[in-house]
């Protein structure tokens, strides 16, 4: 009987270390899901279910911070700032996957960030393969009444929040210029930053009354007539800056810095009386307007002139507008230019033969040696056009361009000098450089938009920051 108890004893004991085993058998053969969380997305990238983070953001980069670990960007979707946290860790790529530092990526860049909502920890950061890129542009056409971008034949929207930096500086969008090279992200069709890539320095002519009435050239596409006292906007680098008044050139080869202002000193060249012609210029109707170089000139008496060819235009209101090439080579000679009547102004442009209206006496200069072209310019009311080097130009005489402030400042249209502000001149119709220049401030330009809308316009600027400030 004791015996039988045993037997039962230890059978029952067995079975009980028997279910113990396979409890903890089959507890160490099952997986515990301890690296995935439930997802969620909450913006454009794609969910990686073997990733570490329940959420995503697209968004652009405003700033990097090396020290806390801290990224900023503009939420492109949810139209809001977020700051993610990233280590070690963290992942971070470029469009192909590509591993990167974080340091290698821009502000302005577009990325999709992966993260840990509950600490805003990224566990990855890419360069979105979604968003859109135009590098290195040279020329956007920007229409702030409808908040749109041109580039090429696409256009594009922006709103408030549309981000613009320079070398790690936020910027606003009147600091562009239209000779900076630009780099701009977007979305679908909507632009969300411009980074500058290139920006923009000035050139200043001193001793350069040899050249007055000639052109400047600047390296790249700067083509200028060239005025008593010159202030030049254009993009870093280095250029061969080309200088032609007649028969006398200068050449120049130049590095120019973001913000610098470089003087081009030219007083050693200096214009022979020899070279000289006086040219009396009669012109039909009385009261047309004539432009030398793409200056408008009085010429009721003879004109100075260096010997060698030189851009004319005559135009007034009702009457075809002719644009040839002078070409001065004598002490003294008269020309003779009668404008025909017609409802638009007619162009003609320079060709490599001398026209007509180089020969003295000419009742009419020819068209034989130019091709007219319609100006596209309207010629209602005291609109006409002003062509030179660098293209046509509309130029409303009937209405004015202000400038307010800052005052004192001297104020160059493209270039040009017009005056101290305050200050009103013509206004000329188009895209315009304006550039603010004062004695210890530093020098400052802005890209305007002129309307053809019949109205005279007033323009403020930001006051001058002194030179050495910080912006």
């Given at each position: 009987?004791?015996?039988?108890?045993?037997?039962?004893?230890?059978?029952?004991?067995?079975?009980?270390?028997?279910?113990?085993?396979?409890?903890?058998?089959?507890?160490?053969?099952?997986?515990?899901?301890?690296?995935?969380?439930?997802?969620?997305?909450?913006?454009?990238?794609?969910?990686?279910?073997?990733?570490?983070?329940?959420a995503t953001a697209m968004g652009v980069?405003?700033?990097?911070?090396?020290?806390?670990?801290?990224?900023?960007?503009?939420?492109?979707?949810?139209?809001?700032?977020?700051?993610?946290?990233?280590?070690?860790?963290?992942?971070?790529?470029?469009?192909?996957?590509?591993?990167?530092?974080?340091?290698?990526?821009?502000?302005?860049?577009?990325?999709?960030?992966?993260?840990?909502?509950?600490?805003?920890?990224?566990?990855?950061?890419?360069?979105?393969?979604?968003?859109?890129?135009?590098?290195?542009?040279?020329?956007?056409?920007?229409?702030?009444?409808?908040?749109?971008?041109?580039?090429?034949?696409?256009?594009?929207?922006?709103?408030?929040?549309?981000?613009?930096?320079?070398?790690?500086?936020?910027?606003?969008?009147?600091?562009?210029?239209?000779?900076?090279?630009?780099?701009?992200?977007?979305?679908?069709?909507?632009?969300?930053?411009?980074?500058?890539?290139?920006?923009?320095?000035?050139?200043?002519?001193?001793?350069?009354?040899?050249?007055?009435?000639?052109?400047?050239?600047?390296?790249?596409?700067?083509?200028?007539?060239?005025?008593?006292?010159?202030?030049?906007?254009?993009?870093?680098?280095?250029?061969?800056?080309?200088?032609?008044?007649?028969?006398?050139?200068?050449?120049?080869?130049?590095?120019?810095?973001?913000?610098?202002?470089?003087?081009?000193?030219?007083?050693?060249?200096?214009?022979?009386?020899?070279?000289?012609?006086?040219?009396?210029?009669?012109?039909?109707?009385?009261?047309?307007?004539?432009?030398?170089?793409?200056?408008?000139?009085?010429?009721?008496?003879?004109?100075?002139?260096?010997?060698?060819?030189?851009?004319?235009?005559?135009?007034?209101?009702?009457?075809?507008?002719?644009?040839?090439?002078?070409?001065?080579?004598?002490?003294?000679?008269?020309?003779?230019?009668?404008?025909?009547?017609?409802?638009?102004?007619?162009?003609?442009?320079?060709?490599?033969?001398?026209?007509?209206?180089?020969?003295?006496?000419?009742?009419?200069?020819?068209?034989?040696?130019?091709?007219?072209?319609?100006?596209?310019?309207?010629?209602?009311?005291?609109?006409?056009?002003?062509?030179?080097?660098?293209?046509?130009v509309s130029v409303d005489h009937a209405?004015?361009?202000?400038?307010?402030?800052?005052?004192?400042?001297?104020?160059?249209?493209?270039?040009?000098?017009?005056?101290?502000?305050?200050?009103?001149?013509?206004?000329?119709?188009?895209?315009?450089?304006?550039?603010?220049?004062?004695?210890?401030?530093?020098?400052?330009?802005?890209?305007?938009?002129?309307?053809?809308?019949?109205?005279?316009?007033?323009?403020?600027?930001?006051?001058?920051?002194?030179?050495?400030?910080?912006?």
């Amino acid at each position: 009987m004791r015996l039988e108890i045993k037997k039962q004893f230890r059978a029952i004991v067995l079975l009980m270390i028997l279910q113990m085993c396979a409890i903890l058998l089959g507890g160490c053969g099952t997986k515990r899901d301890t690296g995935s969380i439930i997802k969620k997305t909450t913006g454009g990238a794609t969910v990686n279910k073997e990733e570490n983070y329940d959420a995503t953001a697209m968004g652009v980069v405003k700033n990097i911070d090396d020290i806390r670990q801290a990224v900023l960007i503009y939420n492109v979707q949810s139209g809001i700032e977020e700051t993610f946290f990233y280590n070690g860790a963290t992942t971070v790529s470029d469009t192909h996957e590509t591993a990167i530092a974080m340091s290698q990526i821009e502000l302005g860049e577009i990325v999709d960030i992966y993260f840990v909502s509950s600490n805003m920890t990224a566990t990855k950061v890419q360069i979105s393969p979604t968003a859109f890129r135009y590098a290195e542009i040279d020329k956007l056409t920007m229409d702030t009444t409808k908040s749109a971008i041109s580039i090429g034949d696409a256009t594009y929207k922006y709103d408030s929040n549309l981000f613009l930096c320079q070398k790690g500086q936020e910027i606003k969008l009147i600091d562009l210029n239209n000779q900076d090279k630009l780099n701009v992200y977007g979305v679908g069709n909507k632009i969300f930053s411009i980074v500058v890539e290139k920006g923009h320095g000035y050139i200043r002519l001193t001793g350069n009354s040899a050249f007055v009435g000639g052109m400047i050239e600047v390296g790249y596409g700067i083509i200028l007539p060239v005025t008593e006292d010159m202030l030049i906007a254009a993009r870093e680098g280095s250029y061969k800056v080309e200088l032609r008044n007649g028969n006398l050139t200068a050449t120049k080869n130049i590095t120019l810095a973001a913000d610098q202002e470089l003087t081009l000193d030219l007083s050693e060249y200096k214009p022979e009386d020899k070279e000289i012609g006086l040219v009396q210029f009669d012109i039909y109707p009385v009261g047309a307007d004539l432009y030398i170089n793409g200056t408008l000139v009085k010429y009721d008496d003879p004109i100075r002139l260096n010997y060698g060819r030189h851009h004319i235009q005559v135009d007034m209101t009702g009457y075809e507008t002719y644009s040839g090439v002078l070409q001065v080579g004598e002490p003294s000679q008269t020309v003779n230019i009668s404008l025909a009547e017609g409802p638009t102004n007619v162009v003609s442009e320079e060709t490599d033969e001398d026209p007509a209206v180089a020969n003295i006496n000419t009742p009419v200069p020819s068209s034989s040696t130019a091709t007219p072209t319609t100006n596209t310019s309207s010629n209602e009311d005291d609109t006409d056009a002003k062509v030179n080097d660098i293209g046509t130009v509309s130029v409303d005489h009937a209405h004015t361009i202000s400038i307010s402030a800052p005052v004192g400042a001297k104020i160059y249209l493209n270039g040009s000098y017009k005056g101290t502000v305050p200050t009103t001149f013509d206004k000329e119709i188009g895209t315009h450089t304006i550039t603010l220049s004062q004695s210890g401030y530093k020098t400052k330009s802005y890209t305007v938009e002129v309307a053809n809308d019949k109205q005279n316009i007033v323009l403020s600027f930001p006051e001058m920051i002194k030179a050495g400030d910080e912006e």
